[in-house]
T-cell receptor, first 112, second 114 residues
Framework: GEDVEQSLFLSVREGDSSVINCTYT??????LYWYKQEPGAGLQLLTY?????DMKQDQRLTVLLNKKDKHLSLRIADTQTGDSAIYFC????????????FGTGTLLAVQP | GAGVSQTPSNKVTEKGKYVELRCDPI?????LYWYRQSLGQGPEFLIY????????DSGLPNDRFFAVRPEGSVSTLKIQRTERGDSAVYLC????????????FGPGTRLTVT
């Protein structure tokens, strides 16, 4: 089955690191994604990781994948107030349609 | 260039009415997706088009929901006999059409059924 879960809320202070966690159940997913959603704006792809990788770093973003535990995390270094948003992890089941299965979303609040 | 656009941005309708939601994908994108996002939830897949045909409509909740893409560009999501539970933000995304291509999302249409 396909089910993606995230914690609902995370609050951090500006300049600290943020870690947003996600668990998924479909171990055959080929790609896992992190999207950002700001109020009044569309979903924005932040980064993604292929399922045969353990880690991917992209500027302030680090993605860690633990396939054994079906656990995905997004670390944001030096978190800024502009990072305040809802973050969704998502997976694509291996049926060649590329449809995205999203998690419930984590609201990140950055305190100045 | 222009991104994915959706109209209207907001739609309020009475229970039982029919509504149409429109999506204009990025020019040249052959793949088009519809998702529904209820309050406090992540987007939920509804239907996927490759060109003019619906390649996967497994996410449509029931036969009141229907979508078309007659010329392989603009798509319309149609909801008959709307119910209050249909209230949500309806998101459209497009991609160039290859497997694992990035999907580009529009701003969504907020549908409220009273």
């Amino acid at each position: 089955g396909e089910d993606v879960e995230q914690s609902l809320f995370l609050s951090v202070r500006e300049g600290d690191s943020s870690v947003i966690n996600c668990t998924y159940t479909d171990s055959s997913s080929t790609y896992l994604y992190w999207y950002k959603q700001e109020p009044g704006a569309g979903l924005q792809l932040l980064t993604y990781i292929f399922s045969n990788m353990d880690m991917k770093q992209d500027q302030r973003l680090t993605v860690l994948l633990n396939k054994k535990d079906k656990h995905l995390s997004l670390r944001i270094a030096d978190t800024q107030t502009g990072d305040s948003a809802i973050y969704f992890c998502a997976e694509t089941p291996p049926d060649a349609t590329n449809k995205l299965i999203f998690g419930t979303g984590t609201l990140l609040a950055v305190q100045p | 260039g222009a991104g994915v656009s959706q109209t209207p941005s907001n739609k309020v309708t009475e229970k039982g009415k029919y509504v149409e939601l429109r999506c204009d994908p990025i020019s040249g994108h052959t793949a088009l997706y519809w998702y529904r996002q209820s309050l406090g939830q992540g987007p939920e897949f509804l239907i996927y088009f490759q060109g003019t045909g619906a390649a996967d409509d497994s996410g449509l909740p029931n036969d009141r929901f229907f979508a078309v893409r007659p010329e392989g560009s603009v798509s319309t999501l149609k909801i008959q006999r709307t119910e209050r539970g249909d209230s949500a933000v309806y998101l459209c995304a497009s991609s160039p059409g290859q497997v694992d291509d990035e999907q580009y999302f529009g701003p969504g249409t907020r549908l409220t059924v009273t």
